[in-house]
C-alpha cells in the first residue's frame, strides 16, 4: 500500500484529500500544525511514497503586511518539499492569483504569469521551485462545507438578515474541494510527472452570480426566502491586496489526459448546500 504524504491536511482542500486518498486505499499520513510546523526550515517529512502540498499561507490580504510569513510557506515550503522529493511524485497546489487578470479567456497553464499582491508573487515563487520536479496544479475559487469561504461567509450574512453585496466585476471559476481532490487523486494515479496543469469549475462566474446562485439553491433546499444579493464594483470594496478581476482557469488540458470533468457549478453548489450543518 502507498505511503501518501498530505502537507496541510487539516485545510479546506486538504482535508477532502486526506478523506479521499484513505478512501482509495492509500496510508495517509497528514501531520497537524502542532506535531509539524511547516514555517520550519528544517523539515524532516519521514518516509513517503508520494505528497501532495495543500498547505499555504492563504489568507490574501494579510499576506500584504507578513510577506515574510507567506513566502517562507508559500515558497519556502515548496523548495524543500522539491529537495525531499528525490525522483518521487510530488503534487503541489497553486492558485489563480499568479495571473493578472487582464486576459479576455480563461488562462491555459501556459499563459504568461504576473501575479499582483503578495499573496500570488510568494505561490508563483513555490511553483518555481518545484519546476522540473513536481506536479503543480492550480485551481480557483475553492470552496467546501467544513471551513471559511467564500459561500460560508455570505450565507452566514444573509441568514442572519443583514444585507449582502457582493463585487460583480471580478471573474472566476468556483470549485468544489470534494472535486479537486478527486481530480488531484486521479492525476497522481497516472503519475504525469513535473508540469503544469489547471484544475478548476466548468464555468466562468463573477462572485455576485456566484452568491446569486448559493442564495436561490438555499432557498430552494431549505425553504428560506434569501434575497439576491446587491452587485457593487470592486471600488465600492477595497482591499488590502489587488485582486486579478478575471481569473478563470482553462482545465481543458486535463480532461484531454482521460481525468473526469469537474461537474457543473449548479451541482457542485447544490452538493454544497446539501451537506452544510
Ligand atoms: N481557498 C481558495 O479559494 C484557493 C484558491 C486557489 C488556490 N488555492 C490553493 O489551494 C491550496 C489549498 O488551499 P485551502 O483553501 O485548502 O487552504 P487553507 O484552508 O487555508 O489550509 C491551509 C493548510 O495549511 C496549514 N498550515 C498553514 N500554516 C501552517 C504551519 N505553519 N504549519 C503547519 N500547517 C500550516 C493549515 O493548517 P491549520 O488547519 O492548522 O490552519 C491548513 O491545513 C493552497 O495551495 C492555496 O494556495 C486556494
Known amino acids: 500500500m502507498e505511503n501518501l504524504l498530505v502537507l496541510g491536511g487539516t485545510g479546506l482542500l486538504g482535508r477532502w484529500v486526506v478523506r479521499l486518498a484513505t478512501e482509495r486505499g492509500f496510508v495517509?499520513?497528514?501531520?497537524g500544525r502542532e506535531e509539524l510546523d511547516l514555517l520550519r526550515s528544517d523539515l524532516e517529512f519521514g518516509a513517503f511514497d508520494a505528497a501532495i502540498n495543500c498547505a499555504a499561507y492563504t489568507a490574501v490580504d494579510r499576506a500584504e503586511s507578513e510577506p515574510e510569513v507567506a513566502f517562507r510557506l508559500n515558497a519556502g515550503l515548496p523548495a524543500q518539499l522539491a529537495?525531499?522529493?528525490?525522483?518521487r511524485p510530488v503534487l503541489h497546489v497553486s492558485t489563480d492569483y499568479v495571473f493578472n487578470g487582464e486576459s479576455t479567456r480563461p488562462y491555459q497553464p501556459s499563459d504568461p504569469v504576473d501575479p499582483l499582491g503578495v499573496y500570488g508573487r510568494t505561490k508563483r515563487d513555490g511553483e518555481l521551485c518545484l519546476e522540473g520536479v513536481g506536479t503543480i496544479v492550480r485551481t480557483s475559487w475553492l470552496f467546501g462545507p467544513e471551513r471559511p469561504c467564500f459561500p460560508r461567509a455570505v450565507l452566514q450574512r444573509a441568514l442572519s438578515g443583514q444585507a449582502v453585496r457582493v463585487v460583480d466585476d471580478q471573474w472566476g471559476t468556483p470549485t468544489h474541494v470534494a472535486d479537486l481532490a478527486r481530480v488531484l487523486l486521479d492525476l497522481l494515479a497516472i503519475s504525469p510527472g513535473p508540469g503544469t496543469f489547471h484544475a478548476a469549475g466548468p464555468e466562468v462566474v463573477s462572485w455576485h452570480q456566484f452568491a446569486t446562485q448559493l442564495f436561490r439553491e438555499h432557498n430552494l433546499q431549505r425553504g428560506t426566502a434569501l434575497p439576491d444579493p446587491e452587485p457593487i464594483p470592486t471600488?465600492?470594496?477595497p482591499t488590502p491586496a489587488p485582486r486579478p478581476a478575471f481569473s478563470a482557469?482553462?482545465?481543458s488540458d486535463l480532461w484531454?489526459?482521460?481525468?473526469?470533468?469537474?461537474?457543473?457549478?449548479a451541482e457542485q453548489i447544490s452538493r454544497y448546500i446539501r451537506a452544510l450543518d
Request: aromatic share 8%.
Open 235 to 237: 471600488s465600492a470594496w
Open 83 to 87: 529537495w525531499a522529493a528525490a525522483g
Open 256 to 265: 484531454g489526459m482521460g481525468i473526469e470533468a469537474i461537474p457543473p457549478l
Open 28 to 31: 495517509v499520513r497528514a501531520s
Open 249 to 251: 482557469l482553462d482545465s
